[in-house]
């Protein structure tokens, strides 16, 4: 398993008055040869550690990517 590093690059409004700060850091394990946003198993892994952080970002999806999060791997 790679681990990887994901900050927000800017505020990110959500629903519900939710928001993802900028700076704000999160980590996904994903299976070595992958990237956080390059599949769609990939970006549900996101998501789930997102979910467990009490952000919900259904209709947010577009969030999924290197315009809004710095990626590093660890």
Excluded: C, W
Excluded at 66 to 74: A, D, I, L, S
């Amino acid at each position: 398993m790679s681990q990887f590093q994901l900050m927000a690059k800017v505020n990110i409004q959500l629903s519900g008055g939710m928001k993802i700060d900028k700076g704000q850091t999160f980590f996904v394990n994903l299976p070595f040869g992958r990237l956080p946003f390059d599949s769609i198993n990939s970006k549900e892994a996101v998501i789930k550690q997102l979910e467990l952080r009490n952000f919900n970002i259904k209709g947010h999806e577009n969030i999924l990517g290197t315009n809004y999060f710095e990626v590093k791997k660890f």
